[in-house]
């Protein structure tokens, strides 16, 4: 079987600056001629051997000098200082001293501001978007959060428009009502920054649904993508064996555009985590798997696995080394995603429990990360095409074959885990 190709695209990385202060990197090689920094009474107090160069410091507003590599072995490195100072012109004055400071050279202080919605630790302190800060993702938001006129497809059994954390979000092409395509779309999509409930990943983007059974169940991938959805997320399977009419099916939507995503299977799919499971496994989809986020050595806190191993991170299996505990593990995987305990919405229509929040496992969650994460690059950079982006999440994806845990599957991982940021 052949499964879509990494094009070979170069990826760079912009180092964002933030902030007006200077950062310096200053030689300085002999100790008594390093300014000495003080504070008396709240004030900066700087003193020198030589009281041209102490009035230089004062004048331009140091604000820490410290050695830059105290640690270094190298004797040259150790005579090196970061200098942090509120204006330019404080190097200017220090390159007419070589004599102290034979070398002087800018340097650059980068910041993470990682968006944090107000509403990203709201349910569980313990557990509540683990899974988002395993895959980066408070990194990706600082470049998008999606666009309104951004419509993430989702096939699924329905979804509840009348979800506190959905209102407003959501175009029905079939008005059904379920709690699993609730669950999928909180992923992708859940309004965010509202102080209620979660956050979703393309949380300024818009839910375009199509009710799964709806005819064939492929058609409704094509439906979604001929209304505009550039990215489709299908957390379902319909069969166990290949179709060239679906595989035809599969190759229109990709030409017409949009990133396929589909749950590669549960593990007990199609009868064991080895075997093929479809959608997932046709060309020209994304199939998505699991891996745990919790902290190794994690263990099950109650039922029947109390104490025992438990969603380790970037772990293949609920409990490492355990086969019949994990989800579709084989060569037409193509990425993972956290899908064990992960935190989502739920239809609390269902069954009348009144429920709006729950935690979910399987590879039906999975996806819905990696479609969310689609969202964000295509609002990014709408000029991307199916094979780029694809391109993109595997060749930045966390590696899992170093692993120990993971060695046993070895070729069947996929690429890595998704790495949003």
């Not at 990826?11 to 003080?38: C, M, R």
């Not at 190298?74 to 001293?97: C, H, Q």
């Not at 319909?238 to 590669?264: K, R």
């Not at 745990?292 to 263990?299: D, E, I, P």
Request: glycine share 10%; with cysteine; charged share 15%.
């Amino acid at each position: 079987m052949m499964k879509n190709k990494v094009l070979p695209i170069l990826l760079f990385a912009t180092s964002f600056l933030f902030g007006q202060n200077k950062l310096y990197y200053v030689e300085i090689p002999d100790e008594n001629n390093v300014p000495k920094i003080t504070t008396i009474d709240g004030k900066t107090v700087i003193s020198h051997n030589d009281i041209q160069v102490r009035d230089i410091f004062s004048k331009h507003g140091v604000i820490n000098l410290e050695k830059a590599f105290p640690t270094s072995k190298m004797p040259y490195l150790r005579t090196i200082y970061l200098l942090e100072t509120k204006s330019a012109g404080l190097i200017s004055d220090l390159n007419k001293y070589k004599q102290y400071f034979p070398y002087t050279e800018e340097t650059y202080k980068g910041e993470t501001l990682l968006y944090t919605p107000n509403d990203y630790d709201l349910i569980d302190p313990v557990y509540h978007h683990r899974n988002f800060d395993l895959i980066n993702l408070r990194t990706a938001w600082d470049y998008s959060t999606g666009d309104p006129n951004f419509n993430i497809g989702i096939s699924d059994s329905g979804i509840n428009t009348t979800h506190e954390d959905l209102q407003g979000k959501v175009t029905m092409l079939t008005n059904v009502s379920d709690w699993h395509g609730t669950s999928v779309a909180g992923i992708a999509a859940a309004a965010t920054d509202n102080n209620i409930g979660m956050a979703g990943i393309g949380f300024n983007s818009k839910v375009l649904f199509k009710y799964m059974y709806d005819g064939a169940m492929m058609n409704t991938l094509l439906v979604l993508s001929q209304n505009g959805a550039r990215v489709v997320n299908a957390s379902w399977y319909n069969s166990c064996s290949y179709s060239s009419i679906d595989q035809l099916v599969i190759d229109e939507v990709h030409q017409n555009g949009t990133v396929i995503v589909v749950a590669a299977g549960n593990g007990g799919t199609c009868g064991g985590p080895d075997n093929y499971v479809y959608p997932a496994s046709y060309n020209h989809v994304i199939s998505v798997s699991s891996v745990g986020f919790a902290k190794v050595g994690n263990v099950a806190c109650c039922g029947s696995g109390a104490g025992l191993p438990f969603n380790w991170e970037d772990r293949v299996g609920i409990g490492p080394g355990v086969n019949n505990d994990r989800h579709q593990t084989n060569d037409m995987v193509d990425l993972r995603a956290p899908g064990y305990d992960v935190v989502s919405l739920f239809d609390p229509n269902y069954n009348n429990q009144g429920t709006k929040y729950t935690h979910i496992y399987g590879t039906s969650i999975a996806a819905p990360q990696v479609s969310g994460v689609v969202s964000l690059m295509l609002t990014a950079n709408s000029c991307l095409n199916t094979e780029e982006v694809e391109t993109i999440l595997k060749l930045t994806s966390a590696r899992l074959d170093n692993i120990q845990e993971n060695q046993p599957y070895l070729g069947k991982l996929g690429a890595g885990r998704i790495d949003a940021g």
